[in-house]
């Protein structure tokens, strides 16, 4: 189970969030969606339970407001959960409302306002909890460490109701825990990405280029991320590739392109020219074997294979010392040369 929250100014902007279907689909886009995942997309929001509060967005937007000037140093007044199954996972709609609940409690808001909507319109299924800070009280409740709260939460609500488990964010795990290896389809789809591409060009722009054909935002500035269709951002030192080793496997590769090149040009042919006669043709004797020179082409081809299997290996196993064409010193030298 995933879990966030986040507190807001605007009660009428996040209930309108929440019980409405997305502002971006037309009725027509609606329903091509439903035919093609099954989900539902008009009328997505099912108000599953009201706590101290009821109508529509207007009506309940001007309940909450009322009793948020009941604290006037309340500037957000506004609590925003959701809750998300993993995909396959269901529970049934009373369970949802005891998972509502639980949330209320955990973040002392179960005796002020609320209601807890369920979403239809993913494969996750999913709830969404708006809370008034402010109770009848006029007491505001407390929002420190509201993501430490919501991960506590998640895994004791796992437990009791039998869901697959999902570490917390590494900020809130103990040491060991922290070193226990985590699935992450989206950050091993990017590397893959990454890694594929690398291996089919030789420089920066066509690189940035055919990520971006993929579906990236490529973000280039001291590092480098990227950002996927879902507009997640991920760092490329998140998935073992730095702008640093980026830079380094294109450079290399370069070199190595250009070197193969010229030692095509210079190349002889593959055996010795022998003039029968001065009215004969030009024959060709095959050199000994003991005395073939092996290909420029297969031996680059063999170099490459051997660059990528160390360069593309993780950051924490690449060892060695760095190009010195890449090297901080190579530069200051490179740019104190004379032209000639």
């Not at 439903?34 to 599953?48: F, G, N, S, T």
């Amino acid at each position: 189970m995933i879990g966030h929250v986040s507190v807001g100014k605007s009660a009428y902007g996040c209930l309108s969030y929440c019980l409405e279907d997305k502002l971006e689909l037309t009725e027509e886009r609606k329903q091509q969606l439903a035919l093609k995942d099954h989900l539902q997309h008009k009328d997505r929001a099912e108000v599953l339970a009201y706590h101290k509060c009821y109508g529509d967005k207007y009506e309940l937007a001007d309940q909450f407001r009322d009793v948020a000037k009941l604290n006037k140093l309340a500037e957000k007044p506004v609590f925003h959960f959701s809750l998300s199954l993993p995909p396959g996972e269901t529970l049934n709609k009373n369970q949802l409302i005891e998972i509502g609940e639980a949330c209320a409690k955990e973040f002392e808001v179960d005796k002020n306002q609320y209601l807890i909507i369920l979403h239809k319109d993913t494969d996750k299924q999913h709830i969404h909890i708006v809370a008034n800070r402010v109770g009848f009280d006029g007491k505001l409740a407390n929002d420190s460490n509201d993501y430490k709260r919501m991960a506590k939460l998640c895994r004791r609500l796992e437990k009791q109701y039998h869901l697959k488990e999902v570490l917390s964010p590494r900020a809130f795990l103990s040491r060991e825990e922290r070193l226990l290896p985590r699935h992450d389809k989206r950050k091993e789809q990017l590397k893959n990405d990454i890694e594929q591409t690398l291996k089919k060009v030789n420089n920066y722009s066509d690189f940035e280029k055919k990520m971006t054909d993929l579906g990236y935002k490529v973000i280039k500035g001291r590092g480098i991320s990227f950002t996927d269709d879902k507009k997640v951002k991920t760092k490329g030192s998140e998935v073992d590739y730095s702008l640093k080793k980026i830079e380094r496997i294109l450079f290399l590769k370069n070199q190595l392109d250009l070197k193969g090149k010229e030692e095509l040009k210079l190349q002889p042919g593959e055996g010795a020219k022998t003039p029968s006669g001065p009215n004969q043709k030009v024959t060709f004797k095959p050199f000994p074997k003991s005395e073939r020179v092996p290909s420029p082409v297969i031996q680059t081809g063999h170099q490459m294979t051997t660059l990528l299997a160390i360069l593309l290996k993780p950051e924490q196993d690449m060892g060695g010392p760095e190009p010195y064409e890449l090297s901080e010193e190579y530069q200051r030298r490179k740019k104190k040369r004379p032209k000639l």
